[in-house]
């Protein structure tokens, strides 16, 4: 059972144009959404994360929108750039005893120059 | 560097030997996750502990797994009797459960069993 569903499986995105990686979840006992960047041979690098009770956080170029409803959110990479080139996961927990990550299954952007 | 550590980075073993990784967590980390990452996939958990205390273990875990926290700082994950299904990239992450419980990868130790 994929509780983190995640699309599209790959992207190609021009120089300056907008990436956007979608998420939908099923447990509606999740309340952390984090978006993490995997370069290949390294561990994920958090990029950016959001809770439930806000529907949108930007820093930088990057913003996550976020649907409690719909129970989806999405990360957007504005002006994206060839080093932004790598495979992108979203993720979620829940507040407990362990607050493991389930993570989806990734993107892979490409960002041609 | 004030990172997560892993060693060895890379190992590659015969099928039926045991091997062990190690994890060193960022230093005022109380609590330490393991992970497993197939090629194509998302990181799935393993297991957790926070400080010397092993909390959770997935069903991912079979019998042939341990892991350990001796100290509460940093832990070892052995494989006993590897597989060839247990090719795979394994991470360690780390938090000190704070508001926002962010989580910090090490850079993995990716094992191919022949």
């Known amino acids: 059972q994929q509780q983190v569903k995640q699309s599209p499986q790959s992207l190609i995105v021009q120089k300056g144009g907008i990436s956007i990686i979608n998420c939908a979840y099923e447990?509606?006992?999740?309340?952390?959404f984090p978006w993490y960047q995997q370069f290949p041979g390294k561990g994920p690098a958090l990029l950016i994360a959001i809770r439930p009770d806000v529907s949108e956080k930007k820093e930088g170029r990057f913003t996550i929108s976020f649907n409690k409803s719909a129970k989806q959110f999405s990360l957007h990479i504005m002006d994206s750039q060839p080093g932004d080139s790598a495979t992108y996961f979203c993720a979620a927990s829940r507040n407990g005893a362990t607050n493991k990550l389930i993570f989806g299954t990734g993107t892979l952007l490409a960002v041609q120059p | 560097d004030t990172g997560v550590s892993q060693d060895p980075r890379h190992k590659i073993t015969k099928r039926g030997q045991n091997v062990t990784f190690r994890c060193d967590p960022i230093?005022?980390?109380?609590?330490l996750y393991w992970y497993r990452q197939t090629l194509g996939q998302g990181p799935e958990f393993l297991t957790y502990f926070q400080n010397e205390a092993q909390l959770e273990k997935s069903r991912l875990l079979s019998d042939r797994f341990s892991a350990e926290r001796p100290k509460g700082s940093f832990s070892t994950l052995e494989i006993q009797r590897t597989e060839q299904g247990d090719s795979a990239m394994y991470l360690c992450?780390?938090?000190?459960?704070?508001?926002?419980?962010?989580?910090?990868f090490g850079p993995g130790t990716r094992l191919t069993v022949l």
């Open positions: 447990n509606t006992a999740f309340d952390y």
């Open positions: 992450a780390s938090t000190n459960g704070g508001a926002q419980n962010e989580q910090f």
């Open positions: 230093s005022e980390h109380n609590r």
